[in-house]
C-alpha cells in the first residue's frame, strides 16, 4: 500500500507555497490550488500537482514547480531544505527577483536532478554545488549571475548533463569538465569562456549534445571532435575560430541533426558529396562561412526546420532545386546578405508549405517582387534592386505579421487592399522607394499594426483618416514625401503612439488647441523642414505625459515582439524600429532607438513669437531643435531646467538680448548652436561652454567673450534693439551642427550612445533557436543565426 506523506514535509510544502507565490491571481494558483489541506485527499501531499513521493517511505523525493509564475526569494532558511530526501528539483522557469541561490542548496545531498535554469538568480553560483555528487542532471542556465568561474564542477562526475548556458561564467571551464566523462549533454553557450578548444573532448564519446557557441574560443577545431559520432548537436557558432574545413568533415557526423557554425572566422568548403550517407539536418546555421555557392549537400535535405546562409558571398540565381528543400518542414529560410540576383526559376506557387520566415534582404535581387507562400509570418526584402508595382497578390497573405520592402526601387500607387492586411501585420515598412499617388485607407478597426514607414517616396495628398483605428501603433514615420495637409491633431487619441515623423513635407499652417490627453506616450517628434506657423505649440506641451519623466531604468530599445510558436518549438524575434536624422545635410540611419530617447524637432518652418516658458515642464527632452524659423525675443533661462538636455540648437532665428548664464547648469550639453541671431552681450563660460566652439555663435554681431574674436562690452552699454525679419539661409535639421562636438563634452556630456546606429544592415534581425530536450519538458530558447 503507498504510503502517505509525512505531516512535517507537508508543513514545509505549505510555508514554501506561502513564501514564493506573491500574486494569488497569477497562474501558479491554479498549479498549486491542490496545495492545501481541504478536501479527501488534500492531506496527502504525494497527491499535489508537482509532488513525487517514495512508495514505500512515503517521503517527499521530486518537486517540479517549473513553469509555474514563482515569485520572491529562497534564502537559506526556507522550508524547501526540511525536505532532506529530495532527488530531484525544477524550478526552472519562474522569477525569483534577482535573488541569489543560498548556499543550503548543498544540503540537499541525494539530489541527482536540479533545474534552476531561466528563474532570474542573481549573485554568486554558490560553491556548495559540489556536495551534489550525486547529480546527473544540472542546469543552471539563462540566470543573471555575477561574473564567476566554476572550477568546483570536477567534483560531480557522476553528470551525465551539464547545462550552464547564459550564465556569466568566464575562465577557462573545460578543465573542469575533463573528467566528466559520463556527459552526454554539455552546453556552455552564451558566455565568456576563452581558451582553444582542446582535443580530449574527444575522449566524451557519450556526447550527443556539444553547444560551445557565443563565447570566445580561438583557434582551430580539433580533428577529435569529428570523432564524437554520437552528436546530434554541434554548435560552435560565434567564436573566433579561425581555419578551412572541407563539408564532409561535419558530414562524417552521421547523427548530426543541429549544426551552427555561423559568425566564425573560418572558411567552410563544400565538397562533392557521392555514395555517402548524410545526416539529416532539422537546424542549420552556416552564417559568415566564406561560401561562394550553395553547398551541395543541401540538394537531398527533407526535414530542415531552419535554414541560414545569411553573410555569405553567394552570388548569381537561387538554384531551382531550392524549392524542393525541405517543402514540408522548411520554417525558417535566412539568404540576406550575399549577391543573389534572383531565382533561376520562379514559381508561381511556392512548394513551402510552414515556411514562417523569408529573409532575402540586402542581395542584389532585380526584377519584380518575389510573392512569398502563403504560410509566411515575416518577409524580408528590403536593400535589394527589385522594381514595379506590389502586385495586388501581396494581399493575400492571410498571416502576414512583417513585411520589409524597404530601399528598392519599387514605383506606382500603393494598393488599397494593403488594408485588408492590418489586422495580421505588426509592420509595414516601406520607406525608400518610388512610390506615388495618395496613401491609400491603411487601417481597419482591429489592427495589429505597430510599425508604419512610408518615408521617402513621393506620397501626396491628406494623411488618411482610418491610422485612427490603428490603436496599436508606436511608431510612424510618412517623412520626405509630398503630403499637403494640416497637422493631424487627431492622432494624438493613439495612445501608444511613441515616435512621430512628418519632416519634409508640405504641412501647413497653425498647430490647433490640443485635445484632452492627446499622444500620453509620445517621445519623439519631428516636423522639420515643413511650413508651420503661429506661435509654438505651448498648450500642447502640458499633455506631453511621457516628455515630462525622466525613465532611468534598464536599457531598452523600441521594437516589436514577434516571436511566434511552431509545432515543435518557439522562435524567438524582435523587429528593432529605425529613424532618420540629419546632421550637417548627411542623412544619417539610426537603426536602433533607445526608449529613453526624448527628441523635439520643429526646425526649418515658420514659427514664430517667443520660446514660450512652458517648454521647461518637458523635463525628459534631450534632443530640442527650434532653428531655421522666425522666433524672437529673449532665450528663456528656464531652458536650463531642461536637465537632461544633450543638443540645443536656436540657430537662425531672430532672438535677442543675452544668453542665459544658468544654461552652463547644463551638464550633459554636448551640442549647442545659437548662431545666426541678433543675440548680444558676453557668451557663458565655464563648464560646457568650455567646449562648444565659435561656430556655435557666429552670425551675432554683438557677442563678445571667449570663443568669440568679439571683447566684451563696457559695463552699463545697452545693446541696441535687433530686427526681427527672418534671414535667408536654410538650415539642417536635427544638430545639424555636428555630432564631433559630442567628444569634447564636459562630464557627462557624452552622448552619442543614445541613439545607436548601425549601417547598411537596415534591420537588426534576431531570431534566436535553442532546444532543450529534457525529460521533463521539451523547450526552446534563444539563439541568434
Sequence with gaps: MQRLCLDSERSALLQLKESLVLNRSASAYPKLGSWKLEGQVGGDCCSWYGVECDDNTGHVIGLDLSSCFLHGSIDSNSSLFQLHHLRKLNLSDNDFDGSEIPSAIGNLESLSILDVGNCFFSGQIPTSLANLTELTYLSLAENEFSPTTLSWLDKLTKLAVLDVASTNSFGDVLPCVKNLTRLTDLRLYGNQFSSQIPSWLGNLTRLTTLELGNNKFWGLVPE??????????????????????????????????????????????????????????????????????????????????????????????????????????????????????????????????????????????????????????????????????????????????????????????????????????????????????????????????????????????????????????????????????????????????????????????????????????????????????????????????????????????????????????????????????????????????????????????????????????????????????????????????????QALDLSRNNLYGEIPGELTRLTFLGLFNVSHNQLTGPIPQGKQFGTFESNSFEGNTRLCGNPSSNKCYPEGLPPSPPSLTKKDGSGDSWLEFGWQVILLGYGSGVVIGLVIGYFFNPMKHNLFVKYFGRKMQNRTRGRRN
Excluded at 300 to 319: A, T
Excluded at 452 to 472: A, E, H, K, T
Excluded at 616 to 622: E, G, N, S
Design 224 to 645: 577529435s571532435i569529428f570523432t564524437l559520432i554520437k552528436l546530434e548537436s554541434l554548435g560552435l557558432q560565434y567564436n573566433v575560430l579561425t581555419g578551412t574545413y572541407k563539408s564532409d568533415s561535419f558530414l562524417n557526423l552521421k547523427n548530426l541533426k543541429w549544426l551552427q557554425l555561423s559568425g566564425n572566422k573560418f572558411s567552410l568548403v563544400s565538397t562533392a558529396v557521392m555514395n555517402v550517407t548524410i545526416p539529416k539536418f532539422t537546424i542549420l546555421t552556416l552564417r559568415s562561412c566564406n561560401l561562394f555557392e550553395f553547398p551541395n549537400f543541401l540538394s537531398g535535405q527533407d526535414e530542415l526546420e531552419y535554414l541560414s546562409l545569411s553573410g555569405n558571398k553567394i552570388h548569381g540565381f537561387i538554384p531551382e532545386w531550392i524549392w524542393g528543400l525541405s517543402a514540408q518542414t522548411l520554417e525558417v529560410l535566412h539568404l540576406r546578405e550575399n549577391l543573389l540576383t534572383g531565382f533561376q526559376q520562379p514559381v508561381v506557387v511556392s512548394p513551402w508549405t510552414n515556411l514562417r520566415v523569408l529573409d532575402l534582404r540586402s542581395n542584389k535581387l532585380q526584377g519584380s517582387l518575389p510573392i512569398p507562400p502563403a504560410s509566411v509570418y515575416q518577409y524580408f526584402v528590403s536593400n535589394n534592386l527589385l522594381e514595379g508595382e506590389i502586385p495586388s497578390m501581396i494581399c493575400n497573405l492571410p498571416c502576414i505579421s512583417i513585411l520589409d520592402m524597404s530601399n528598392n526601387s519599387f514605383s506606382g500607387m500603393l494598393p488599397p487592399c494593403l488594408s485588408n492586411l492590418s489586422k495580421s501585420l505588426s509592420v509595414l515598412n516601406l520607406q525608400s522607394n518610388n512610390f506615388h499617388g495618395p496613401i491609400p485607407q491603411a487601417c481597419e478597426k482591429g489592427s495589429k499594426l505597430r510599425m508604419v514607414d512610408l518615408s521617402q517616396n513621393q506620397l501626396s495628398g491628406y494623411i488618411p483618416r482610418s491610422l485612427v483605428n490603428c490603436n496599436m501603433l508606436e511608431f510612424l514615420n510618412l517623412g520626405n514625401n509630398q503630403i499637403e495637409d494640416t497637422f493631424p491633431l487627431w492622432l494624438g487619441r493613439l495612445q501608444e503612439l511613441r515616435v512621430l515623423t512628418l519632416r519634409h513635407n508640405g504641412f501647413h499652417g497653425e498647430i490647433g488647441k490640443p485635445k484632452s490627453k492627446e499622444f500620453p506616450k509620445l517621445r519623439i517628434l519631428d516636423l522639420s523642414s515643413n511650413k508651420f506657423s503661429g506661435h509654438l505649440p505651448s498648450r500642447h506641451f502640458q499633455l506631453w505625459e511621457a516628455m515630462k519623466v525622466v525613465d532611468v531604468g534598464k536599457l531598452r530599445y523600441l521594437q516589436v515582439n514577434a516571436s511566434f510558436q511552431s509545432l515543435e518549438r518557439n522562435w524567438y524575434f524582435n523587429f528593432s524600429y529605425s529613424m532618420t536624422m540629419t546632421s550637417k545635410g548627411i542623412e544619417i540611419k539610426y537603426e536602433k532607438i533607445q526608449d529613453v530617447l526624448v527628441a523635439i524637432d520643429l526646425s526649418s518652418n515658420r514659427f514664430e513669437g517667443g520660446i514660450p516658458e512652458d517648454i521647461q515642464i518637458l523635463k525628459a527632452v534631450q534632443f530640442l531643435n527650434l532653428s531655421d524659423n522666425l522666433l524672437s525675443g529673449p532665450i528663456p533661462s528656464s531652458l536650463a531646467n531642461l536637465t537632461q538636455l
